[in-house]
C-alpha cells in the first residue's frame, strides 16, 4: 500500500514537501513516480525515481523546482516542490512498479506502467 501526504493550500513561490510512505513490501524493490491530475485535465506526470535513487526523471514544467528523493529506510519517496505555480495546483499521486522492463524516460513517465497507487494527496497554489 501506498501513502501520500503533505499537501495543502500555500501561495505561489512557496514550497512544500510531499511523502509517499509504503508498507508491506520493500520499497527498494520498486521505482517510484509521482502524477498529478488536475479539474479536467488528463493526469500527468511530475517524476520518477529509481530503486536506488540513483536516477530521477522530472517532466520539463517542474524540472528545476521540484527534487523526488526516497529513503528505502523509512519505505518513503518524497517530493520537494519550490517555487510553486498556481498550475501546479493538482491532486498529487505516487506510483510504484518494479518497471523491470523499461529503459527510456518514455516508459518511466507512463502511469499506465505503474501497478501500485496511492491515494493522493491536495495541493492547492494561489496565486
Known amino acids: 500500500q501506498l501513502q501520500a501526504s503533505g499537501g495543502g493550500l500555500v501561495q505561489a513561490g512557496d514550497s512544500l514537501r510531499l511523502s509517499c510512505a509504503a508498507s508491506?513490501?520493500?520499497?527498494?524493490?520498486?521505482?517510484t513516480g509521482w502524477f498529478r491530475q488536475a479539474p479536467g485535465k488528463e493526469r500527468e506526470f511530475v517524476a520518477a525515481i529509481s530503486r536506488s535513487g540513483g536516477s530521477t526523471y522530472y517532466a520539463d514544467s517542474v524540472k528545476g523546482r521540484f527534487t523526488i528523493s526516497r529513503d528505502n529506510a523509512k519505505n518513503t519517496v518524497y517530493l520537494q516542490m519550490n517555487s510553486l505555480k498556481p498550475e501546479d495546483t493538482a491532486v498529487y499521486y505516487c506510483?510504484?512498479?518494479?518497471?523491470?522492463?523499461?529503459?527510456?524516460?518514455?516508459?518511466?513517465?507512463?502511469?499506465?506502467?505503474?501497478?501500485?497507487w496511492g491515494q493522493g494527496t491536495q495541493v492547492t497554489v494561489s496565486s
Open positions: 508491506g513490501r520493500p520499497f527498494s524493490n520498486y521505482y
Open positions: 506510483a510504484a512498479d518494479v518497471l523491470n522492463y523499461c529503459a527510456t524516460y518514455g516508459c518511466y513517465s507512463s502511469g499506465d506502467k505503474y501497478h501500485y
